[in-house]
C-alpha cells in the first residue's frame, strides 16, 4: 500500500486508484504502473456461492444494489458492501414475510423458491402453511382492519401479507345425546342439538365462544371410607362445555338431625337428567349443587319429624317420599327430572350412638338373615313336596294310559277276531261253494239211473280215495282197519256192479277168497 510506481493484483484482487480529484478501481490479474502522487489500495474480490448475496451501497448516489451469486464480484470505485447474507431457501407449504422498512408494505413468499432479500427489506416471520381438512380451520385476523374470518376452504392455507393466525380451530363434534350452546357477539344464545344431522358438527363462528359452566362436583366420598382406605376426594368443581342429556347419577351427603336430637351423616345417590336446556341455562349457572342443596333441605325437613327408630325401618320410602311425591316444581322450573333418589348409607355422628346404631342394625340384620333362611328352607320344602306330587300325577296319569292302551288293544283285538272270522266265513262260503258245485257236476255226471243215496256215497268214496293218494304220495305210511278196507272194497265192487255187470274185479276175487 501507500505510492508505489508498478502494482499486480492476482485474479482475485483488485487496485484501488485514488487521485486527487477521482477514484478508480482496476482488476487483477496483471501489472499496472501507478501515477505519481495516487494512492492505491489493493482489496480482495468477494466470491459469492448459491446460497449467498451482498447488499451493495454506492457512495455518489446513495443507490442499494443486489448482489446475487454464484460469482466473483468485484465492486465498483464507489461502491461499499453493507452486508453479505445467506439466501432464505423456503421448502414445499413453508412461507415467508418480508416488509419494506422505507415504504412499509409487505410481500409474502411461497416456496418452494429462493429468496434473496432487497437492501431495504427485513424478514418479519417465516413458517409452515396450514392443512385445513374436514376437521380443522383457521381463524385469521386482518392487522389493518381488526377483521376474522375463518378459514374452511380445504387444502394448504399460508396467510396474507397483513393477515395473523388467531388460533388453529378443530370442529365441535356433539354425539347423539350431547348438546352445546354458542353465544354470539350480541350476547345471544344458540342451542347446537347433536341429534339433529345439520347441528351435529360445527366451527365456532368469530367472535362467538362455546358456554363454559362453572359446575359444583358433588361425587363426594364418605369420610368413613376416606379415613380408611385413604382415598382421595374428587375436586370439587368441573368445567362443562357439552351437556349430556342421557341420566347420569351424583353423590351427595351431608348431616340431618332427628326429632329425638341424634345427628346423622347421611349418603344421598341422586339419578337425574337434563330434559329442557334452555330453561336450564336460564335458570340455573349450577345444576348439579342447586339439586343437591334443594334435596338436602327437603331431606333435613323430612328427617327432623321422624325418630331414629322410625327412620331406620323406612328411610328409603322417607326420602323418596318427600323427594319424589311432593310435587316440587324446583326441578321442572330449571329443565331437569330427579328420576330416583336412595340412601345409600348413613351413621352417627357421635360414637356412642353410632355404636348403639351399630348394634340395632347388626341384630336387624340377624334378623332378616334367620327369615331369608326360614323362606329359603320354606321354598325348598314346598318345592320339594310339589315335586312329589307332581311325581305322583305322572305316575296316575302313565297309569291311565297304559289302561287306555290296553283298552284300545283288546277293542283292536276284537275288530281283528270279527274280521278274521268274516274272512274264514265268506272263505267257507266260497270253498262250499266250489264244493258243491263239483257234487252238482259230479251227480250230473252219473245220470239218474242211479239212486241219490249211492251217488253220494261214490262221491264220498272218492274223495277218500283222493285223500288216500295225497297221504301215499308222500313218505307217510297208512294203516287201514279192517272194517275201513271192507268198506273200501265193498264200495268199489258195488260202484263196479253198477257201471259194470259183467265186469269181475280180480281184486274183488281175491278179496273175496
Known sequence: MGNCCCVCPSETEQVVIEGWTNREVKNGPGCMCLPFCAKSTVRKA?????TEYLHIKDEMNGAMMLIKGPQLYFPGAYHMT?????????????WARIQDYLSGSRRVEIGEQKVCLNPTEMLLNRGTGYLIDEHHAVLIKDVTSAEHRLVTKRGMFVPGPYEEVVEIQKKTVLEEYEVC??????????????????ERSFFVPPFWRIIELNWSNPVVISRVASEVEKQKPPPPRKIVTRFDLRPSYMNYEFIARTVDNVELAIAITFFWRIIDVEAMILKSADTPGDICTHARSVIIQAVAGYKLLDFLTAFNAIVTKHILGSNDKFYDERGVELLNVEVMKFHCVDKDTDSILQEIIQETTERLKALEKQKSDNEVNEARIDGEIAVEKARAQLEMLRIQASVEQEKANKELVVLKKQHEKEEAIIEGGAEAGKIIAFLETLGTEAPAEVKMELYSMLRRLDAIKAVSSGNASLYY???????????????SAVHNPNHSSPGSKKALM
Open 46 to 50: 468477494t466470491v459469492l456461492d448459491e
Open 181 to 198: 350452546i354458542l353465544i354470539d357477539p350480541q350476547g345471544r344464545f344458540s342451542y347446537y342439538h347433536g341429534s339433529q344431522s345439520n
Open 82 to 94: 453493507i452486508a453479505k447474507n445467506k439466501i432464505i431457501s423456503l421448502s414445499m407449504n413453508e
Open 481 to 495: 282197519t279192517p272194517n275201513d278196507v271192507n268198506l273200501s272194497i265193498n264200495s268199489l265192487d258195488t260202484y
